[in-house]
């Protein structure tokens, strides 16, 4: 396989449409994987507000003022409100905001971004992000979109690009019922490629000035496996998502 930037995009605007822009650039193969960092995304579609625009809610304030004492630097209450309003659920409150996301992503204040975005304002997740993938892969010659972003994780230090929404292909390649080298079925291995093609292709995106926030994954093939889409577990059958709800930091 072989993964490479598309180049020369400008500078995302709202509207825009990109994927004529990726279309425009690079000459796109049906089974080409394109692979859209959702700070793009959410630019295309608008989702670029002022702190201004959120009214803090004594429980946002209260939130704010439990992070300020606690890092010791003066947290924005509007902050806190666009988390809670981004949000389903609260998971953990301090030392910092984690949750879940309308369509079920968990992350650190609710994947709110103000790294590459002008004038330093807010920008949020893409409001359905498979649905954002599905509506660029119409525009596109390639016929597998996959969004991502890129998030922290418990127990390892570092960042790294996961998916929050994908079209056109499955999340992951269930190999139940398939053998190991010595012949042993596999009982539980649901491999999630889309998380794994995120990971890659944020690798060649970076996180800084790079301006590469499209990038084509090309001669990789799902092969001959079952496919799953589950990809963000539900509440019931999340038992650290569940500890954590009931652990308190001190
Ligand atoms: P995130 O991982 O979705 O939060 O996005 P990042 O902020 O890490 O940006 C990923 C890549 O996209 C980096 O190479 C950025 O320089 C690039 N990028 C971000 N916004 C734009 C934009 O509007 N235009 C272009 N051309 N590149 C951008
Ligand atoms: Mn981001
Ligand atoms: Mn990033
Ligand atoms: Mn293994």
Known sequence: ?????????PEIRKGDDLAAMVDERVDL??????????????????????????????????????LSEISG????????????????ELIMEAPFLLTATRFGHVGVNAGIDRSNVPGGDLLLLPERPSESAARIREGLAADRVIVTDTCGRPFRHGQRGVAIGWDGM???????????????????????????LASAANLVAGEGDGGTPV???????????????????????????????????E
């Open 29 to 66: 193969r049906e089974d080409d994987v394109v692979v859209v960092a959702s700070t793009v995304v959410s630019k295309a579609e608008g989702r670029t507000f002022d702190l201004d625009d959120f009214l803090a809610s004594p429980r946002a304030r209260e939130i704010a003022d439990r």
């Open 1 to 9: 396989m072989e993964l490479f930037a598309v180049p020369d995009l």
């Open 170 to 196: 499955p999340a992951s390649r269930d190999w139940r019922g398939e053998h190991d080298r010595d012949g042993r079925e596999m009982g539980v291995t649901v491999q999630n490629v889309i998380d794994e």
């Open 73 to 88: 630097e003066e947290k924005d209450p509007r902050f806190a409100q666009a988390v809670l309003e981004e949000s389903t």
């Open 215 to 249: 990038i084509v994954v090309r001669d990789w093939a799902f092969g001959d496996h079952d496919g799953s889409d589950s990809h963000f577990r539900e509440v019931e059958g999340d038992f650290v998502r569940q500890a954590l709800r009931d652990w308190n930091y």
